[in-house]
């Protein structure tokens, strides 16, 4: 078993991979600082830390927050949880950030988990989901439980996201495969990388990452 203190699990996959399922689960067996960039930019803007104007002066005029900008936000989360094991999901997404952060994440001990999923699978089970327009809930054409009358419990209707659309899908997965996909062999070789077969149950998926971490 690894020492959870200075562990550094990466999370990949493809959108629609499970990653967020599975993050949860890896987080709380293993002990680890659940790191969401996502969470962390905004949480930087809503306290008006200096990053956060930095990151704010970009989203206001429409552009990415550069990668020097999300680098030291994660730097410093990670200089406030020196002895603490930490998760990324989500990050990092390109071979700039990923070599960015090796470079404060010397002597922590780091397993790279890469979630595998067919493509057409993928847009097989985003394109089946449902949300519902009052509380947010999703649902799932392919379940037994999706309501007939296409209403959430809370009375809602229920409807298609854009971004759950095929053709937004593929979108996606083509953004993923340019950007993210080189990350599979930049942590391959150094040793790091661990595939996951991410076809199956969340369950079926969840004992073949206890089986990678150990």
């Known amino acids: 078993m690894f020492d959870e203190k200075v562990k550094l699990v990466i999370l990949l996959g493809a959108p629609g991979a499970g990653k967020g399922t599975q993050a949860e689960r890896i987080a709380a ?8 960039t996502g969470d962390l930019l905004r949480a930087e803007i809503e306290n008006s830390t200096e990053l956060g104007k930095s990151a704010q002066a970009y989203m206001n005029v429409g552009k990415l927050v550069p990668d020097d900008v999300i680098l030291k936000m994660v730097e410093t989360y990670f200089s406030r949880h020196a002895d603490c094991g930490i998760l990324l999901d989500g990050f990092p997404r390109t071979i700039a950030q990923a070599e960015g952060l090796a470079r404060f994440t010397v002597g922590r001990n780091i397993l790279t988990l ?28 392919a379940l037994p439980t999706y309501p ?49 077969p991410g076809s199956g149950s969340p369950d079926d998926v969840w004992t073949k990452v206890q089986g990678a971490i150990g």
């Open 148 to 196: 007939p009358d296409e209403r959430c419990e809370c009375g809602g209707e229920l409807y298609q996201r854009d971004d759950d659309k095929p053709e937004t899908i593929r979108n996606r997965l083509a953004v993923y495969d340019a950007q993210t996909m080189p990350l599979i062999e930049f942590y391959r070789n150094q040793g790091f990388l661990h595939r996951i």
């Open 29 to 36: 067996k293993y002990n680890l600082k659940h790191l969401s």
């Open 114 to 141: 890469s979630i595998d999923v067919e493509a057409d699978a993928v847009i097989e089970r985003l394109s089946s989901r449902r949300s519902c327009k009052v509380c947010k809930k999703i649902y799932n054409l």
